[in-house]
C-alpha cells in the first residue's frame, strides 16, 4: 500500500460522507476497470500499456525525488492550502513523443502535464473577471466565448446546442424563462456511432455567485484536459462538453440540469449505444482528497476505474453517492457515470465564491486523475 494510499485510508475514517474503499473493493475495482475497458478497446493490458506505464511510474519517480508535499519541490506563490513547498508545474502524467514536420530534428519526448497554473488563470478569468454566469445572461454567453476560442485553438469542432429554460428561483433571487446553449467540442473526424466518453463541467453560476468553485474550477480543468487530449492519445475519443443550464430554478428532479437533460434527450440511437462513460467535473477545487461520486443508478465500474487510476497516480480518492450534477441526466438514461468533487465549502452559492476560494493544488489532483483515466496512463 502506498504512502498516499495509506493516508488516503486513514483520513476516510474522519468522514462519514464519503465511503471507504475497501481493499476487496480496490482489487474488485482494477479488474473491473481494465477489464472494461480493455474487453472493449483492445483486449487486456498489452506489453505496450505496460512500457508505458513503466515509463510513467519512471517519470514520476523521478519527479518524486524532487517533491515535498504534491509534487516537485518550489515555491508555490498561489496555493492557500498553507503547503510551505510547491510545484511550479506539475509532474507529468505521461510521455509523449512530440509530431513533428521534420523528422531530421533531434527527438524530443516532451511530459504531457496538467498545468494547475493556467486552470487556475481560468478560474481568475471565469470568475474574477466574468463574474456571475447566470445560464442566460450575457455573462454566460461571455463564459462560453471564452471555452468555445479556447476548444478551437486545440483543434477541436465546436457547436453550441441551445435549449430553453424556465422561470424560476436562483437560490433565492427569481429569474426568468430564456434560453441557454451548451458548448460541445469533439475530436476532428469524431464519429458518435463509434465507442467514446463525454467529460462535462457546468459553465452557468446561480444569479449571486461569481463561481469560482462552482463552477470555474471544473470547467477550468475541462480546458485543460481538451489540451491534453488534443496532444497526446485518449483510450477512446472524448466529447467534452460545457454545459448551460446546470444550476436550479426550483426544486424537483426536473428543475435543474437542462443542458445536460437536453444532451441526453437529443442523443442520436447510434450514439447511445456508442457511449462508453460519463464523467462530470464540479467543484474540483476545494480540498485534499477527489470526491469520485455517482447517484444510486450508475453501475460502479467507471467510479471504481477512476479510483484504480488514482491509486496508479497516488492521488487520495473517495467515494460518495449523489446526484446533484449534469451525470444525473445520464445516468437516469442508464448510462455509466462518475462526478469527479463535491467538498463542502462555505462560500457555496454565495457572493463570496471568488479566485481565493480555490486551491490550485486540487485543480491538479483533480485534473492528474481526470486525464489519468482518460488516458489509462
Ligand atoms: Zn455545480
Redesign the pocket.
Do not use: F, P, V
Given at each position: 500500500m502506498s504512502a498516499h494510499f495509506a493516508l488516503t485510508l486513514r483520513v476516510c475514517t474522519r468522514s462519514a460522507t464519503y465511503a471507504q474503499p475497501r481493499r476487496e473493493d480496490l482489487r474488485h475495482t482494477r479488474n473491473l476497470g481494465v477489464s472494461t475497458w480493455g474487453a472493449q478497446y483492445g483486449g487486456s493490458r498489452t506489453l505496450e500499456t505496460v512500457r508505458r506505464l513503466a515509463l510513467c511510474s519512471l517519470l514520476l519517480a523521478a519527479a518524486t525525488v524532487a517533491c515535498t508535499g504534491d509534487g516537485p519541490a518550489v515555491e508555490d506563490p498561489t496555493s492557500t492550502s498553507g503547503a510551505s513547498a510547491s510545484p511550479t508545474s506539475d509532474p507529468p502524467t505521461s510521455p509523449s513523443a512530440t509530431p513533428s514536420a521534420s523528422p531530421s530534428v533531434s527527438p524530443s519526448v516532451r511530459p504531457v502535464r496538467f498545468d494547475s497554473a493556467a486552470a487556475l488563470a481560468d478560474v481568475r478569468l471565469l470568475a474574477g473577471e466574468i463574474g456571475p454566469r447566470l445560464t442566460t445572461e450575457p455573462a454566460f454567453r461571455e463564459g462560453a466565448a471564452v471555452v468555445e476560442r479556447r476548444f478551437r485553438e486545440y483543434g477541436y469542432q465546436v457547436r453550441r446546442q441551445p435549449f430553453a429554460v424556465p422561470a424560476g428561483d436562483s437560490w433565492g433571487v427569481p429569474v426568468d424563462a430564456g434560453r441557454s446553449f451548451n458548448v460541445v467540442a469533439t475530436p476532428r473526424g469524431f464519429d458518435a456511432a463509434e465507442p467514446h466518453v463525454i467529460v462535462g463541467a457546468?459553465l452557468d453560476t446561480v444569479a449571486v455567485a461569481p463561481g469560482a468553485e462552482?463552477?470555474a474550477s471544473?470547467v477550468a480543468v475541462l480546458l485543460e484536459l481538451a489540451r491534453l487530449a488534443s496532444e497526446d492519445r485518449t483510450r477512446v475519443p472524448a466529447v467534452l462538453i460545457a454545459f448551460g443550464g446546470?444550476?436550479p430554478r426550483g426544486d424537483g428532479d426536473d428543475l435543474h440540469h437542462f443542458g445536460s437533460q437536453h444532451y441526453v434527450r437529443t442523443m442520436p440511437p447510434a450514439q447511445r449505444d456508442a457511449l462508453h462513460a460519463m464523467m462530470s467535473l464540479?467543484?474540483v477545487g476545494v480540498g485534499s482528497f477527489v470526491p469520485v461520486c455517482t447517484g444510486p443508478l450508475s453501475p460502479h465500474w467507471v467510479r471504481d476505474s477512476v479510483l484504480a487510476a488514482a491509486e496508479r497516480q497516488d492521488i487520495p480518492a473517495r467515494t460518495c453517492e449523489l446526484t446533484t450534477?449534469d451525470h444525473w441526466a445520464f445516468e437516469k438514461a442508464g448510462f455509466a457515470v462518475t462526478r469527479l468533487g463535491s467538498i463542502d465549502y462555505p462560500e457555496y452559492h454565495s457572493a463570496d465564491d471568488l479566485p481565493g476560494v480555490v486551491d490550485r493544488w486540487q485543480l491538479a489532483r483533480t485534473g492528474r486523475l481526470a486525464w489519468s483515466w482518460l488516458s489509462a496512463r
Open positions: 457546468h462552482d463552477n471544473g446546470e444550476e464540479d467543484r450534477s
